[in-house]
C-alpha cells in the first residue's frame, strides 16, 4: 500500500523559503513520478512541478521557476518542495502526488498536504 | 500551456441522477486526462486516467470518455457520498494543467 505522509502546517513571513517534505512508504521510490500541486483557499488545483527520482529530472511550471526547487532523497524516500521568496499569495494548502504503478496513470497516489500559512 | 476548459462550475443535482462534467483542452493531449474529486478539507483522490481508465476501488458508476479533445466524466447514477468538487488534468505536456473545478451539490 503506498503512502505519502507530508509534514506540518508552517507560518512563514514574507521573502523567507519554506520547505515541504513527503515520505513515501510502499513500492519503489525511484522509479515514479512525484508531483507537487498546491491550493489556495477557496481556489481549484495548480501544478507546480515534478520529480522522477531515478532520473533525478525536473520539471517546473515557469510561473515559479525561479524560486521553486523539487528534490528527491532516495536513502529516505523523501521528495521535498522548497519555495523561496514567500509572498502573501503563496499561502495555500501544499500536496505531494506519486505517479501509479502503471504507465500513463497520473498521479495516483496523494499526501494528506501541508499548510503554508504567509503572514506578517 | 495547455488550457483545460471544465463545465459547468457548479451543479446540482439529486440522489440517483446521472450527471456529466465536461474539459475540453485547447490542443490534443492524446488519452493523457485525469479526473479527481475532492471533498472540503481533504486531498483530491484519483478517479479515472487516461481518460476512461477507472482506478483501482472506484465505483463503477464512475466513467471516463474521450471525444477528440473533449473528455467527460460521468456519474450512472448519484449517491450521497459524490457531492464533492471534480477536476480534470492533463498530463501530456508540462505544465500539468487543470480545470477550474465542478462543484456538485444536493439539490
Known amino acids: 500500500q503506498v503512502q505519502l505522509v507530508q509534514s506540518g502546517a508552517e507560518v512563514k513571513k514574507p521573502g523567507s523559503s519554506v520547505k515541504v517534505s513527503c515520505k513515501v512508504s510502499?513500492?519503489?521510490?525511484?522509479?515514479?513520478?512525484i508531483s507537487w500541486v498546491r491550493q489556495a483557499p477557496g481556489q481549484g488545483l495548480e501544478w507546480m512541478g515534478r520529480?522522477?527520482?531515478?532520473?533525478?529530472?525536473?520539471n517546473y511550471a515557469v510561473r515559479f521557476q525561479d524560486r521553486v526547487m523539487i528534490t528527491a532523497d532516495e536513502s529516505t524516500s523523501t521528495a521535498s518542495i522548497e519555495l523561496t521568496s514567500l509572498r502573501f499569495e503563496d499561502t495555500a494548502v501544499y500536496y505531494c502526488a506519486r505517479d501509479g504503478l502503471y504507465y500513463g496513470s497520473g498521479s495516483t497516489y496523494w499526501g494528506q498536504g501541508s499548510l503554508v500559512t504567509v503572514s506578517s | 500551456d495547455i488550457q483545460m476548459t471544465q463545465s459547468p462550475p457548479s451543479l446540482s443535482a439529486s440522489v440517483g441522477d446521472r450527471v456529466t462534467i465536461t474539459c475540453r483542452a485547447n490542443?490534443?493531449?492524446?488519452?493523457?486526462l485525469a479526473w479527481f474529486q475532492q471533498k472540503p478539507g481533504k486531498a483530491p483522490k484519483s478517479l479515472i486516467y487516461?481518460?476512461?481508465s477507472l482506478q483501482s476501488g472506484v465505483p463503477s458508476r464512475f466513467s471516463g470518455n474521450k471525444s477528440g479533445t473533449n473528455f467527460t466524466l460521468t456519474i450512472s447514477s448519484l449517491q450521497p457520498e459524490d457531492f464533492a468538487t471534480y477536476y480534470c488534468q492533463q498530463y501530456n505536456s508540462y505544465p500539468c494543467t487543470f480545470g477550474q473545478g465542478t462543484k456538485l451539490e444536493i439539490k
Open positions: 520529480i522522477i527520482p531515478i532520473f533525478n529530472t525536473t
Open positions: 487516461a481518460a476512461s
Open positions: 510502499g513500492g519503489t521510490f525511484s522509479s515514479y513520478a
Open positions: 490542443q490534443g493531449i492524446n488519452y493523457y
